[in-house]
């Protein structure tokens, strides 16, 4: 009976060392399960600020295209309006150059005109003269 009941001591302190270790271990993983349940937190909140920054980065990258997009279509209208002008621009020189060769055909015409007519008018008065000559020549002969 002595065995038997340092035997029965023996387990209960052993039980009492078991239920020591079972209740350290219990805190043991509440407290890996609360460090857990903090990392997936963690790791939730991580996800989450990559998948914002991701967005973010996507918006970014829309918005630069746009920019871009503005910019090349900027140009397109820009390099237009300078072909545009330089076609006005051409064709006034070419209007110009136009008008320039009338004025300039109409100043040798009149030029060419106010010659004509002194010729003509030399012409004539030599023509008269010759014949003044004529009629003093046919009077001179008659008398």
């Known amino acids: 009976m002595a065995i038997n009941i340092a035997k029965l001591r023996d387990l209960e302190a052993r039980l009492l060392e078991e239920r020591e270790e079972k209740a350290a271990l219990a805190g043991e993983k509440g407290a890996l399960m609360a460090r857990l349940a903090k990392l997936k937190d963690a790791g939730t909140d991580e ?22 997009r503005a910019l090349i279509d900027f140009q397109m209208e820009t390099n237009e ?13 070419q209007r ?7 004025r300039l055909e109409h100043h040798v ?11 003509r008018d030399r012409f004539a008065a030599r023509l008269r003269e010759a014949g003044d000559t004529e009629q003093r020549y046919a009077a001179a002969l008659t008398a």
Do not use: T
């Open 47 to 68: 996800l989450r600020e990559k998948a914002e920054l991701q967005e973010a980065l996507v918006r970014s990258e829309e918005q630069r295209l746009e920019v871009s």
């Open 81 to 93: 309006a300078k072909q545009e002008w330089a076609n006005v621009r051409f064709q006034l020189e």
């Open 96 to 102: 110009i150059l136009e008008l320039e060769s009338g």
């Open 109 to 119: 015409r009149r030029e060419d005109h106010a010659a004509l007519q002194d010729e």
